[in-house]
């Protein structure tokens, strides 16, 4: 069912509570931000509800800090980037409950501290719950890079609030995610890489269901080929998994594409001696998909209408062995396809490539996005009310 979204709330004179990733990475002393991209993600929504009125307080966690306060954990940079970026003050509380959070006044901003200085964020008390849902009137959570997670600030609280609303991120995530899944334009296409088969299969096989063709890559890729009787040399494998992968390419077909050529070394080092091979050798490993290949999963993805990819082709942070995932990075960007990109690797790779404006969306959460993409309803989603 579809989920209230913060444009369907009347904001006006109200205080909000807004659940935000501001789980930044920080330089060694805690002090300073090293990257503000998901602080600048949430300045959409942020917006929107200052503008419409309310008294807004956000909420993040950042870290792990083990349920004690660290100071080299503390949100407060975010407060300083935040008000920078808002170019309006941003009050840092000291806690995230008790009697000393102040109440914002419609346009002012309060950031709460970590919420995991205290074990009950994690562990969904409903007794920390009720607290955090105390201080405000509606609920809106912007996080979907948490949504995949139970706990007392993405779902906990939602029962004691009357409202609880997607933010504007977390829209965009859910409407580009539930197009390319449930209902894309075809040929539909999926490119799954990664070291694990094991970390995918629930992937592989919600995909099996949705998409026309499904392409492997990385190392992955060579447990579906030891499990089909090929060499694999020293190429990752995962022994205990051969049943599965070869259940799974029983079951998919045609509609299954594996590398069919290589890109191999002697040992897993940036430019180590390495040749193109159909049958890899014993005594070394493939770290990137070879030519034909890349030119049988570029006609692929050139044919798409809808694309979903989620993990490298190769060991693309080590050159020479970025030349799979940098070619279907721009082969995805160029498709005119709608593209869904989900997970760090895939989002560092377009990002590497210089074609993250020609994807469609590109998911700001990496369990989350591998989650949903499973077919698991994430608590964060199923928590919010239904329009």
Same mark, same amino acid.
């Given at each position: 069912?579809?989920?209230?979204?913060?444009?369907?709330?009347?904001?006006?004179?109200?205080?909000?509570?807004?659940?935000?990733? /501001?789980?930044?990475?920080?330089?060694?002393?805690?002090?300073?931000?090293?990257?503000?991209?998901?602080?600048?993600?949430?300045?959409?929504?942020?917006?929107?509800?200052?503008?419409?009125?309310?008294? #807004? !307080?956000?909420?993040?966690? %950042?870290?792990?800090?083990?349920?004690?306060?660290?100071?080299?954990?503390?949100?407060?940079?975010?407060?300083?980037?935040?008000?920078?970026?808002?170019?309006?003050?941003?009050? &840092?509380?000291?806690?995230?409950?008790?009697? =000393?959070?102040?109440?914002?006044?419609?346009?002012?901003?309060?950031?709460?501290?970590?919420?995991?200085?205290?074990?009950?964020?994690?562990?969904?008390?409903?007794? /920390?719950?009720?607290?955090?849902?105390?201080?405000?009137?509606?609920?809106?959570?912007?996080?979907?890079?948490?949504?995949?997670?139970?706990?007392?600030?993405?779902?906990? &609280?939602?029962? /004691?609030?009357?409202? @609880?609303?997607?933010?504007?991120?977390?829209?965009?995530?859910?409407?580009?995610?539930?197009?390319?899944?449930?209902?894309?334009?075809?040929?539909?296409?999926?490119?799954? =890489?990664?070291?694990?088969?094991?970390?995918?299969?629930?992937?592989?096989?919600?995909?099996?269901?949705?998409?026309?063709?499904? %392409?492997?890559?990385?190392?992955?890729?060579?447990?579906? #080929?030891? @499990?089909?009787?090929?060499?694999?040399?020293?190429?990752?494998?995962? *022994? *205990?998994?051969?049943?599965?992968? @070869?259940?799974?390419? @029983?079951?998919?077909?045609?509609? #299954?594409?594996?590398?069919?050529?290589? $890109?191999?070394?002697?040992?897993?080092?940036?430019?180590?001696?390495?040749?193109?091979?159909?049958?890899?050798?014993?005594?070394?490993?493939? %770290?990137?998909?070879?030519?034909?290949?890349?030119?049988?999963?570029?006609?692929?993805?050139?044919?798409?209408?809808? !694309?979903?990819?989620?993990?490298?082709?190769?060991?693309?942070?080590?050159?020479? /062995?970025?030349?799979?995932?940098?070619?279907?990075?721009?082969?995805?960007?160029?498709?005119?396809?709608?593209? $869904? $990109?989900?997970?760090?690797?895939?989002?560092?790779?377009?990002?590497?490539?210089?074609?993250?404006?020609?994807?469609?969306?590109?998911?700001?959460?990496?369990?989350?996005?591998?989650?949903?993409?499973?077919?698991?309803? #994430?608590?964060?989603?199923?928590?919010?009310?239904?329009?």
């Amino acid at each position: 069912m579809p989920k209230l979204s913060i444009r369907d709330l009347d904001l006006n004179g109200k205080t909000v509570f807004m659940r935000v990733d /501001f789980n930044v990475p920080l330089a060694p002393g805690g002090q300073e931000i090293t990257s503000d991209k998901r602080i600048r993600a949430a300045l959409p929504t942020i917006q929107y509800a200052l503008e419409h009125g309310c008294g #807004l !307080i956000l909420a993040s966690h %950042l870290g792990r800090p083990k349920g004690k306060r660290n100071p080299e954990m503390s949100l407060a940079p975010c407060a300083v980037k935040l008000a920078e970026l808002l170019g309006k003050p941003v009050t &840092m509380a000291s806690d995230c409950i008790g009697a =000393g959070i102040p109440k914002p006044a419609p346009g002012e901003v309060v950031l709460l501290e970590n919420l995991r200085y205290h074990n009950e964020e994690e562990g969904n008390d409903p007794e /920390f719950s009720k607290q955090l849902a105390s201080l405000c009137d509606v609920y809106v959570n912007d996080a979907f890079g948490t949504a995949h997670r139970a706990h007392a600030s993405t779902v906990g &609280m939602i029962s /004691f609030v009357p409202q @609880a609303a997607a933010g504007l991120l977390m829209d965009k995530e859910l409407q580009w995610l539930g197009k390319a899944t449930q209902n894309p334009d075809r040929p539909c296409i999926a490119i799954l =890489g990664g070291a694990k088969v094991s970390d995918k299969i629930e992937v592989i096989q919600n995909l099996a269901k949705v998409v026309d063709k499904l %392409l492997i890559g990385g190392a992955m890729a060579y447990t579906f #080929l030891k @499990a089909r009787g090929e060499a694999t040399g020293k190429s990752l494998v995962e *022994d *205990d998994k051969l049943e599965l992968a @070869a259940s799974l390419m @029983a079951s998919l077909g045609d509609k #299954l594409m594996l590398p069919t050529d290589h $890109v191999v070394a002697e040992e897993f080092k940036a430019d180590a001696p390495n040749e193109v091979v159909t049958t890899i050798p014993d005594g070394k490993m493939a %770290l990137d998909i070879g030519p034909a290949t890349i030119a049988a999963y570029e006609a692929a993805v050139a044919s798409a209408k809808t !694309i979903i990819w989620n993990g490298p082709m190769g060991v693309f942070e080590m050159k020479p /062995f970025d030349k799979g995932t940098m070619a279907l990075a721009n082969a995805v960007a160029n498709a005119g396809a709608v593209s $869904v $990109v989900g997970g760090g690797d895939s989002e560092k790779a377009i990002k590497v490539a210089g074609v993250s404006n020609k994807i469609t969306h590109v998911s700001t959460g990496g369990g989350a996005s591998l989650e949903y993409l499973s077919g698991i309803e #994430l608590p964060g989603v199923a928590a919010l009310t239904e329009k």
